[in-house]
T-cell receptor, first 113, second 111 residues
């Protein structure tokens, strides 16, 4: 079955703009989480959505937001982009129940200039 | 926020077993140990997880000490394609996708 699909794979935006990234989870998975990866900070948890509700949230400013649709697809939005938002954004999907693994997509490489 | 400590780097000869240690001395009773790896900034790949018993799958074995304060990931016959950053994560069972990654161990498999 198909894996986790993230679009677009690469994106270049200008400081001050906003951006929307998309994640399609594995069929049947109800949980989608988002992570930011930078060379300096490593992999950091942004937030998790389960059945269209945000279940957990990491320590990121309000400029970072997300949502999940009824088909479990998820989007994350970053407003007022800063140079420091340049990163690899990864999403992970899982069944959302105890003792199950999460599967990651290939990520979206965002560059803010 | 990571609750684990791993050596920053390790080398292993091709064909030999790679043993990657992880300390998680503050682990709670309901927290699982998960291992992922990441190759060339691709998305992390799930390897294995366990609670208190040793686990084995087609990729690796996970040995968790009796006090659960440390664990070892074993790749039985390392290949060049196993060169990657390996992450050990402590994750609460119900808090499913909130994984706090540390810096991981960069494993280099050498011919």
């Amino acid at each position: 079955k198909a894996g986790v699909t993230q679009t677009p794979r690469y994106l270049i935006k200008t400081r001050g703009q906003q951006v929307t990234l998309s994640c399609s989870p594995i069929s049947g998975h109800r949980s989608v989480s988002w992570y930011q990866q930078t060379p300096g900070q490593g992999l950091q948890f942004l937030f998790e959505y389960f059945s269209e509700t945000q279940r957990n949230k990491g320590n990121f400013p309000g400029r970072f937001s997300g949502r999940q649709f009824s088909n479990s697809r998820s989007e994350m939005n970053v407003s007022t982009l800063e140079l420091g938002d340049s990163a690899l954004y990864l999403c992970a999907s899982s069944q959302g129940t105890a003792n199950t693994e999460a599967f990651f997509g290939q990520g979206t490489r965002l560059t803010v200039v | 926020d990571a609750k684990t400590t791993q050596p920053p780097s390790m080398d292993c000869a091709e064909g030999r077993a790679a043993n990657l240690p992880c300390n998680h001395s503050t682990i709670s009773g309901n927290e699982y140990v998960y291992w992922y790896r990441q190759i060339h900034s691709q998305g992390p790949q799930y390897i294995i997880h366990g609670l208190k018993n040793n686990e084995t799958n087609e990729m690796a074995s996970l040995i968790i000490t009796e006090d659960r304060k440390s664990s070892t990931l074993i790749l039985p016959h390392a290949t060049l394609r196993d060169t990657a950053v390996y992450y050990c994560i402590v994750r609460v069972a119900y808090n499913n996708n909130d994984m706090r990654f540390g810096a991981g161990t960069r494993l280099t498999v050498k011919p």
